[in-house]
């Protein structure tokens, strides 16, 4: 199986799930990292992992149909079965996401439903909660919607900033996506119209 990650900047998921499928030895390789931005430092990383890089930067394209049909022509040429979205900060649209049903999946910053969209530790101080964390789904047409994968939650302390918790929750999203991605390329996660089917290790 393959794999396809986007991402726009740091990539720390990105190379969280490209470490994890080399210490586990998953039935899958990364074929390539595709970013929006060509500065997103993630792009070297992946480089000198021997992994194939591509930049479609959205700068370049008029409008957001014509960024998602390059895009989704670059994805295409690597043939993945799984795109994974890491810190991809563009919103896709509605045919480019169906294109991928089932086999696209997002990182969020949060317990979703609970703050959708940015600035996701920034909400969490502002609402008072006291358990924070990251969500795992698959993506569908509904921004951070999609039927959900896998969370993890993190207690939300009296003296934090929106970086000391951003760092907590992204400690557990290095655990959760490459948990979730294996799971995938071991084809015991599928998306059954709404519903997440996780099926058991062999
Ligand atoms: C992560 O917190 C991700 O959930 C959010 O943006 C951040 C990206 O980090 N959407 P990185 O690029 O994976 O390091």
Do not use: C
Request: net charge negative.
């Amino acid at each position: 199986r393959s794999i396809v990650i986007l991402i726009s900047g740091r990539g720390s998921n990105m190379e969280a799930i490209v470490r994890a499928a080399q210490a586990e030895r998953w039935p899958a390789r990364i074929a390539a990292v595709i970013s929006n931005r060509a500065d997103a430092s993630g792009l070297e990383f992946a480089a000198s992992h021997g992994i194939a890089t591509a930049v479609v930067a959205n700068r370049d394209y008029p409008t957001r149909d014509q960024f998602d049909a390059a895009l989704r022509e670059q994805i295409d040429a690597f043939a993945p079965d799984l795109v994974v979205l890491a810190g991809f900060m563009r919103i896709l649209t509605a045919p480019f996401v169906n294109h991928y049903q089932g086999r696209m999946l997002n990182i969020h910053p949060s317990l979703l439903p609970s703050f959708p969209g940015l600035a996701t530790h920034r909400q969490a101080l502002a609402a008072g909660v006291k358990l924070h964390g990251a969500t795992v789904h698959f993506v569908t047409p509904d921004l951070d919607h999609g039927p959900i994968v896998a969370q993890a939650a993190v207690p939300v302390l009296e003296e934090d900033s929106e970086e000391t918790l951003a760092e907590r929750v992204l400690e557990q999203e290095h655990v959760i996506y490459p948990r979730a991605v294996r799971w995938f390329v071991q084809g015991r996660l599928a998306l059954d119209g709404a519903r997440v089917r996780l099926a058991a290790e062999a």
